[in-house]
């Protein structure tokens, strides 16, 4: 659905004028759970050995960089 569906959602659950509270609520939800995930999940790649940290985080930063470029067009 996506951000713009959600703030669809959000916008029309509401009020008219309490429409910008129930976006910035939802917005500030989602971004409260990825912090709280991003230091659970830190922690836990952090628990294992240093090859499989590296491992990890060469795979996050490379599926980031195809996200960014786009896949080549063969």
Request: glycine share 12%.
């Amino acid at each position: 659905m996506g951000a713009p569906g959600t703030s669809y959602v959000a916008s029309r659950s509401v009020k008219p004028e309490l429409v910008s509270v129930a976006v910035t609520a939802m917005f500030m939800a989602i971004s409260v759970a990825s912090i709280v995930g991003g230091f659970a999940g830190g922690a836990l790649i952090a628990s294992q050995s240093l090859a499989n940290t590296i491992l990890i985080a060469a795979t996050i930063e490379l599926i980031g960089g195809l996200m960014m470029f786009g896949l080549p067009k063969v």
